[in-house]
T-cell receptor
Framework: NAGVTQTPKFQVLKTGQSMTLQCAQD?????MYWYRQDPGMGLRLIYY???????DKGEVPNGYNVSRLNKREFSLRLESAAPSQTSVYFC?????????????FGPGTRLLVL | QKEVEQDPGPLSVPEGAIVSLNCTYS??????FMWYRQYSRKGPELLMY????GNKEDGRFTAQVDKSSKYISLFIRDSQPSDSATYLC????????????FGKGNQVVVIP
């Protein structure tokens, strides 16, 4: 089992460029999440998907869009990147309601917007 | 007031010492409590998981939850240089709502 995988590992963008961050999990989890992690701010939820076909906004959704492509894959899109979106992005997955109320994280994507 | 408070100040300890970390929270509906460990430039990995109040021990690690005081702790005994990492507390309400509320994390450095 690879767990949660993310691509790319690192990306540099210019202001205004767009890109999609990819996430896949092979644990048959229903729920998937996108976070950003910034120094002094901790992990902040951008979007989540409770199940295939549904997505909901988290704490900091502005400037982002998501697609739950199927049960395995959840992508995060920056349509017009801004320097404020420089961050480390983590994808996570979980199975809620099973008594195992925790999340498993991918290795992260480091994004630098110039 | 943030839902979860964790003093983010770095902590340096000598090898073999006991490391004590804690978080406080305001949401009395939280039922599930976790500690994640995050090494530099890596994703968070689940370290300890506790349901409701009580203690849980796993090797050198002990997690404590006091729901009456809304306070959770993590103790690391006989700390090793390999324990040097950032430790994040997290908690959720459960019952199908497992959106996690995170603390900001504590950076721990164990000095050989």
């Amino acid at each position: 089992n690879a767990g949660v995988t993310q691509t790319p590992k690192f990306q540099v963008l210019k202001t205004g460029q767009s890109m999609t961050l990819q996430c896949a999990q092979d644990m048959n989890h229903n729920s998937m999440y996108w976070y950003r992690q910034d120094p002094g701010m901790g992990l902040r939820l951008i979007y989540y998907s409770a199940s295939e076909g549904t997505t909901d906004k988290g704490e900091v959704p502005n400037g982002y869009n998501v697609s739950r492509l199927n049960k395995r894959e959840f992508s995060l899109r920056l349509e017009s990147a801004a320097p404020s979106q420089t961050s480390v992005y983590f994808c996570a997955s979980s199975i809620p309601g099973t008594g195992e109320e925790t999340q498993y994280f991918g290795p992260g994507t480091r994004l630098l917007v110039l | 007031q943030k839902e979860v408070e964790q003093d983010p100040g770095p902590l340096s300890v000598p090898e073999g010492a006991i490391v004590s970390l804690n978080c406080t929270y305001s949401n009395s509906a939280f039922q599930y409590f976790m500690w994640y460990r995050q090494y530099s430039r890596k994703g968070p990995e689940l370290l300890m998981y506790t349901y409701s109040s009580g203690n849980k021990e796993d090797g050198r690690f002990t997690a404590q939850v006091d729901k009456s005081s809304k306070y959770i702790s993590l103790f690391i005994r006989d700390s090793q240089p390999s324990d040097s990492a950032t430790y994040l507390c997290a908690m959720s309400e459960g019952y199908g709502n497992n959106r996690l509320a995170f603390g900001k994390g504590n950076q721990v450095v164990v000095i050989p």
